[in-house]
């Protein structure tokens, strides 16, 4: 009886609990690249590279390991089942085990194997997370908000993070999130200069990669030229220690803050790694508490990053599952919106000068920190009434950490709040005087950031103001936001009605007749 792991091309885990089961002497292993599943999406070059460098090393990891892998490269006439079919026929396997999949659709296709390939098949645990996904979905289904600093405080215990003998948190303190908002001026007179990111090897594999993407996917998002992710093992560990050494003890800060000319800033960047495997959650959370331990970086900055990976990161996780056990996330639309995404999402040609950076910085890099992708590019969705699974689509297929696990929440929930509140309190909406506060984008933009309407006005004033008129019916009664219409309920009917008007000409301009 021969045993197979398949090894899906976001489990790329030395962890990886399907290896487990495996006799090295008799078993095998096998990885299978897909040009269906891979046009699914128009993904952003810098994804595919990744994806696909990433699984071909990770192949040659395992055979220096002992295993014996039989992989299937991408190839225009197989899919996924095709190329299963074969591998099996043709090296006898009787049991095929694969980890747990990370997203919904790959978990209802690998229940269908057992019957389309006619082999036994197990899905054994998964291990990319700390979160048992089956516990938290029982914990939290039917519940119509999940908190996230609940769960967070639950993980620092549970796994004694940052945590002191008598299990109180070190430092005296939670969460120091108080302390991670510094302004954009802040980090100016600062003088601070972001260091560089290390370069990572390159070597055939990348290479060959590059030219397949270019030749399978010419027209997707994104250069293969300016790619600049690691795609071994060895180089995410070095990208991630020397975010340690250089930029974690300034990320609490400074967190919140956007630059124009700053892509990563002392973000860590390893999101695109952690999501297919590369790095370990646990060890990544580890070595930033030594770095606090040690004395080389703040306590805000330290927590602040473990806040994200064991909180956050978990937290989102945990939300997809228990959403998607009773609906389809994707198609959740709270304030009933239909309108479709302008073009310039695919160019970055416009005079908002936040918006168009942004969305420059997706298209060259694959990524965004989470500031602008959740204060500009996504709060102007939210506020444009722009159709919630049009933008979440967007997301899922311009950032190269993007998956539906942790896009969909962080679109659908967080940003756009088109699940109601399941994931978020209250609707991430901003007006100018939040984007100039920690950006330097509005000096130098086309428009007026201080006038509120009329042509020349930034276009985030009228958008705000008009989102909370439109929506008074579904947002008044929340407790959350309540300020924002006793603010609102001052201004006159003239000044409600230039509003209005403002954003009605915007709005109509953006792009006429699209509508669903
Ligand atoms: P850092 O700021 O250095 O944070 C460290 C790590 O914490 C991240 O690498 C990430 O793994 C984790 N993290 C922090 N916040 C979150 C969160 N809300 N959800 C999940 N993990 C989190 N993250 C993705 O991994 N893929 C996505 O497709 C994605 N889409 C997003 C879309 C929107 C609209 C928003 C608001 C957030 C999205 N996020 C997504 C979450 C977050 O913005 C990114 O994880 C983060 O910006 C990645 O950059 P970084 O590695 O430099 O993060
Ligand atoms: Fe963005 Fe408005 Fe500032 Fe321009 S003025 S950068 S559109 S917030």
Redesign the pocket.
């Given at each position: 009886m021969k045993k197979a792991a398949w090894i899906l091309g976001d489990q790329l885990s030395l962890n990886n609990s399907a290896l487990r089961v495996l006799d090295k002497a008799t078993d095998m292993v096998v990885m299978t690249e897909s040009l269906e599943h891979a046009r699914e999406l128009s993904h952003h070059k810098h994804k595919l590279m990744l994806c696909f460098s990433a699984m071909r090393h990770f192949k040659q990891e395992l055979e220096q390991q002992g295993y014996s892998v039989c992989y299937s490269q991408l190839d225009e006439n197989k899919n996924f089942l095709d190329s299963l079919n074969s591998i099996v026929r043709k090296h006898g396997v009787s049991e095929l085990i694969v980890m747990q999949p990370n997203e919904s659709a790959t978990v209802k296709f690998v229940e269908t194997l057992s019957e389309n390939l006619g082999i036994a098949v197990a899905q054994s645990k998964n291990t990319m997370f700390l979160t048992d996904r089956d516990e938290f979905v029982k914990k939290h289904r039917g519940k119509s908000h999940l908190v996230m600093e609940n769960y967070y405080r639950q993980m620092r215990k549970t796994h004694n993070v940052l945590m002191t003998k008598d299990g109180k948190p070190v430092g005296g303190e939670w969460n120091l999130d108080k302390e991670n908002r510094r302004t954009a001026k802040a980090f100016k007179q600062s003088k601070l200069t972001p260091p560089k990111r290390p370069a990572p090897t390159r070597d055939r594999i990348d290479s060959d990669v590059a030219a397949m993407v270019e030749k399978f996917f010419p027209n997707n998002i994104g250069s293969t030229k300016t790619f600049w992710l690691p795609t071994t093992r060895k180089d995410a560990d070095l990208f991630f220690d020397d975010?340690i050494a250089t930029r974690l003890k300034d990320?609490g800060d400074y967190?919140d803050v956007m630059i124009a000319d700053e892509l990563?800033l002392f973000?860590?960047?390893?999101?695109?790694l952690?999501?297919i495997g590369l790095l370990d959650?646990m060890t990544l959370a580890r070595k930033a508490e030594h770095a606090y331990y040690n004395g080389d970086a703040p306590l805000n900055s330290v927590e602040g990053?473990i806040r994200?990976?064991i909180g956050?990161?978990e937290?989102?996780?945990g939300c997809y599952w228990t959403k998607s056990a009773d609906t389809d996330y994707h198609q959740e639309n709270f304030f009933g919106n239909t309108r479709k995404l302008p073009d310039f999402f695919w160019t970055g040609k416009t005079n908002m000068r936040c918006v168009s950076s942004a969305i420059s910085k997706v298209i060259e890099h694959g990524?965004?920190?989470?500031i602008e992708?959740?204060m500009v590019?996504?709060n102007f969705a939210l506020l444009a009434g722009i159709l919630p699974n049009e933008i979440n689509r967007w997301?899922?297929e311009f950032?190269a950490?993007?998956?539906d696990w942790?896009?969909t929440?962080?679109?659908m929930g967080?940003?756009?709040f088109a699940d109601g509140g399941f994931v978020a309190t209250k609707p991430?909406a901003a007006s100018a005087n939040y984007i100039d506060k920690m950006s330097d984008y509005c000096h130098g933009c086309a428009y007026d950031k201080t006038l509120k309407t009329g042509e020349t006005a930034c276009p985030f004033n009228y958008l705000y103001w008009d989102f909370f008129l439109r929506n008074d019916e579904k947002l008044r009664k929340n407790n959350r936001i309540g300020m924002a219409y006793v603010t609102l309920d001052k201004k006159t009917t003239a000044e409600q009605d230039a509003i209005r008007q403002s954003a009605h000409s915007f709005l109509a301009n953006l792009n006429p007749n699209d509508y669903y």
């Open positions: 975010f990320f967190e990563v973000h860590s960047a390893i999101s695109p952690l999501n959650v990053f994200q990976i956050w990161r937290f989102i996780y990524y965004t920190h989470h992708r959740l590019i996504g997301f899922w950032y950490d993007a998956y942790v896009v929440p962080n679109v967080m940003s756009q991430y």
